[in-house]
């Protein structure tokens, strides 16, 4: 009889291992589940904070490019001044230098 006792014994923590090993296995189950609950929102946060950045580098790249449009517009303007100045000046050397050639080559006795 004390080998059926002894049976009895090697089953019985065979059934308490076997417990105690699904235990595990569902505690281990629900606690990967949580985690991927978990990185699931933490993803879904990711993603709306990336659409948030995404929105806002938009508008900042907007406002920049409309900023740089304004500056470029003043400088063009400001080029467009300094060539029509330019022009002008051009326009009075020529005449100077007509005035000058008429000058020199009017005939010494006609004066």
Same mark, same amino acid.
Request: net charge negative; glycine share 8%; charged share 35%.
């Given at each position: ?6 049976? &009895? !014994? ?5 059934? #308490?291992? #076997?417990?105690?090993? &699904? ?6 189950? +629900?606690?990967?589940? $949580?985690? /991927?609950?978990?990185?699931? /929102?933490? @993803? ?14 938009? +508008? @900042? ?5 409309? $900023?740089?449009? +304004? ?13 029509? !100045?330019?022009?002008?000046? &051009?326009?009075? &050397? /020529? $005449?100077?230098? /007509? ?10 006795? +006609?004066?």
């Amino acid at each position: 009889m004390k080998l059926s006792q002894e049976l &009895i !014994a090697i089953l019985a923590v065979g059934v #308490t291992l #076997t417990g105690l090993q &699904i235990t595990l296995f569902v505690s281990l189950r +629900g606690e990967v589940s $949580e985690l /991927r609950g978990d990185m699931g /929102r933490m @993803e879904t946060r990711l993603r709306d904070e990336m659409s948030v950045l995404r929105v806002e580098m938009r +508008g @900042e790249m907007s406002d920049l490019r409309d $900023e740089m449009r +304004g500056e470029m517009n003043v400088l063009r303007e400001d080029v467009r001044h300094d060539i029509d !100045a330019l022009r002008i000046d &051009i326009q009075d &050397i /020529r $005449e100077d230098v /007509r005035q000058l050639r008429d000058k020199l080559l009017v005939p010494a006795g +006609g004066a």
